[in-house]
């Protein structure tokens, strides 16, 4: 590795942490396989939230939700935020996004512009004409759709266009498609799917800073395996249900939980209590589901990675063919993790298991990293500006609370922090969550609730145990509690140094 590394993000959305085949032998992963026996596989990594926004908004500013402002979907990481590809380019680095963004809403107002909101998401002509600047990354090609959304649009229809799919819209849902909502098989043919272009826009890019000698810092953003749970065929018949394990509720299991969790096991629960912005809230509504139909949610899941895991081996391969592969730091993983019957429950929420804040976490840089090792070291989305910055000597700007996780990385150090810290405001007060998570517990406490979570995750790896309320537990939930104060007094920013006596 040079002296001026390059960076290559590349993530997935909302991919539970064990669907890779390295982890898991039920799902086929080759590529994602090979990286990691070519570098190191994080088993304990975090998001800082477990939504798009607020997390992707942390992983380009190295500041929590709380700090950059982007709190919750629905909100847009203020366009005044310091980002990482504002350091690189300084630096001289090259800076692109591809894919998946969603730094801003889908609805804009006169205070809070959007250009991922309707209606300049689908205005092709000025998708034509901009590719960037956008938060640091001189160069986007933007999409905004999982799978047939009618979100569709920007930098991706332009390409189907290109590509000669005139009738794209037949494959997206009303009213900019016309196609109803599609189940497991869509219909798009696999060559149109965003994965395909993600691919190609990502390979081209890679193409033209090698043939340049630049340097750049590159993130290929997939959508998938973000429900709908959708792809095209083969992808759909790849798994057999019949033959994949099924994640399911552990009976009395929420008995001590907080109310929420209780009310997702009832077929029309009332959450009215917890509406306050009066938009959607994620999670909060009844999770009760058939057995046999998330068994084959779960068969499409899995293609959807799969599908998703050729195309990153197409970019690896370009990696490899460009003579990139030596000089360029590539990190694996995901904005947040996805609940496919664990608990009881599907997609995402103000529940903070492992299976939902947990992410698949991949580092290799050949002859820097060490190969095929696995490391227990807590590991966490926001760490990863300032790990990347300190990759390749470039000073870290004061505004990032990140840690920088290369000596860990390299085999130097054992760990660079000794918790993770992961936010969930989805409303300003009903749901208002903090989880500080250690290696052995966890602590997760609500906003002005009585009520919360400890987990004992080295007795109780499956969390069907909450110890919130334990007699024996009293004092560990004290400490803990002092240490979530602790963890949030240590990550406040300095702006600047103090540079005077008074
Ligand atoms: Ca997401």
Redesign the pocket.
Known sequence: MGDRPNILLITS??QHWATLGCLNPEIQTPHLDRLASEGTLFERAYCPNP??TP??ASMITGKYPSQHGAWSLGTKLPESEHTVGEDFQGAGYRTSLVG?A?FQPLDATEEYPSLESYPVLQDLDFWRDFDGPFYGFERVRLARNHTDEAHVGQHYALWMEERGLANWREHFRPPTGTTPAQQHRWSIPEAYHYDAWIAEETCRQLDEYASEGENFFLWASFFDP?PSYLVPEPWDQMYDPAQLTVPALTPGEHDSNPPHFRMTQEAKPDFSAWRESGFGIHGYGSHLHDRDEMAKNIAVYYGMVSLMDKYIGQILDQLEARGLADDTLVVFT???GHLFGQHGMNA?GGFHYEDLIRLPYIVRAPGVVPAGQRSRSLQSLVDLPVSFLCWAGIEVPRSMVGVDQGPVWRGEAVAARDHCIVENRHEPTTIHIKTYVEDRYKLTVYFQRDYGELFDLQEDPGEVANLWHSPAHQELKAELTRKLLFAEMGKEPLWMPRIAGA
């Open positions: 959305d909302q939504t798009c997390t992707r998946k969603h973000h995901t904005d947040h995402k």
